[in-house]
T-cell receptor, first 113, second 117 residues
Framework: GNSVTQMEGPVTLSEEAFLTINCTYT??????LFWYVQYPGEGLQLLLK?????DKGSNKGFEATYRKETTSFHLEKGSVQVSDSAVYFCALRGYTGFQKLVFGTGTRLLVSP | DTGVSQDPRHKITKRGQNVTFRCDPISEHNRLYWYRQTLGQGPEFLTYFQNEAQLEKSRLLSDRFSAERPKGSFSTLEIQRTEQGDSAMYLC???????????????FGPGTRLTVT
C-alpha cells in the first residue's frame, strides 16, 4: 500500500539557518504530494502541494520538488524564522480510488532566536 | 468561508461512556473526511463521505465507531463504550470533488481532543 517516510525530529535550528526535511514515499501510479504544517494547539494547514513529477510547490518561502525518480518530496526553506517552529507532515493522495491522505509521522522543527 | 469547524474542542470522558463529535465542513465542499491522530504520529484515515454517502471506512473504525452525514452537510462521529486506547485527536477535513473522482485539497478543522480516563 501507499506509505510516507519522514526524517525523525526534532530538527533544531537557529534563526536564518537553511532547512531541509526529508520525505520519501511508496505508491503505485502517480500520487499527489503535500506538506502540511501543524502549529501548537491547531489543526493542519496545507503548506504546499505538487501533483505531477518535477512540479515544484512553494509557499511562504518553503519549497518542495516532486522527484519521481527518487520518490522524494523534500521540504526546504532558505532562512527559517522562530515563527516557523511547528510540526511538518508530508502526505500523499493516491491517484486512483477515493481520495484519502496518507501521512508521515511528522517532523518537529524548533527554531531559536 | 469560515473554515472547517469542530465541536467540542476537548472532551474528557470515563471509560465505557459514549461520546459524539460534530464537524461542520466548508459550505460548498461535498467531501468530508475523518482522521485520528495519536501523540507523535501523523493523522490516520478513518472514513470518508461524498455528500451523504459513506463511501469508505478504514479497518481502524471498529464496530464501536459510527459516522453519519445526514443531508450531506455536517457530520457526526460517535464512539460507543469508549476505551483508553480511543484517546486521540479526531480531525475532520473537507474538500470539493472534481469530475472523474479526483479532489481539490483537503482543509482541516482544529480537531477534537478526546481523553478517556
Amino acid at each position: 500500500g501507499n506509505s510516507v517516510t519522514q526524517m525523525e525530529g526534532p530538527v533544531t535550528l537557529s534563526e536564518e539557518a537553511f532547512l531541509t526535511i526529508n520525505c520519501t514515499y511508496t505508491a503505485t501510479g502517480y500520487p499527489s504530494l503535500f506538506w502540511y504544517v501543524q502549529y501548537p494547539g491547531e489543526g493542519l494547514q496545507l503548506l504546499l502541494k505538487a501533483t505531477k513529477a518535477d512540479d515544484k510547490g512553494s509557499n511562504k518561502g518553503f519549497e518542495a520538488t516532486y522527484r519521481k525518480e527518487t520518490t522524494s518530496f523534500h521540504l526546504e526553506k532558505g532562512s527559517v524564522q522562530v515563527s516557523d517552529s511547528a510540526v511538518y507532515f508530508c502526505a500523499l493522495r493516491g491517484y486512483t480510488g477515493f481520495q484519502k491522505l496518507v501521512f508521515g509521522t511528522g517532523t518537529r522543527l524548533l527554531v531559536s532566536p | 468561508d469560515t473554515g472547517v469547524s469542530q465541536d467540542p474542542r476537548h472532551k474528557i470522558t470515563k471509560r465505557g461512556q459514549n461520546v459524539t463529535f460534530r464537524c461542520d465542513p466548508i459550505s460548498e465542499h461535498n467531501r468530508l473526511y475523518w482522521y485520528r491522530q495519536t501523540l507523535g504520529q501523523g493523522p490516520e484515515f478513518l472514513t470518508y463521505f461524498q455528500n451523504e454517502a459513506q463511501l469508505e471506512k478504514s479497518r481502524l473504525l471498529s464496530d464501536r465507531f459510527s459516522a453519519e452525514r445526514p443531508k450531506g452537510s455536517f457530520s457526526t462521529l460517535e464512539i460507543q463504550r469508549t476505551e483508553q486506547g480511543d484517546s486521540a485527536m479526531y480531525l475532520c477535513a473537507s474538500s470539493r470533488g472534481l469530475a472523474g473522482g479526483s479532489s481539490y485539497e483537503q482543509y482541516f478543522g482544529p480537531g477534537t481532543r478526546l481523553t478517556v480516563t
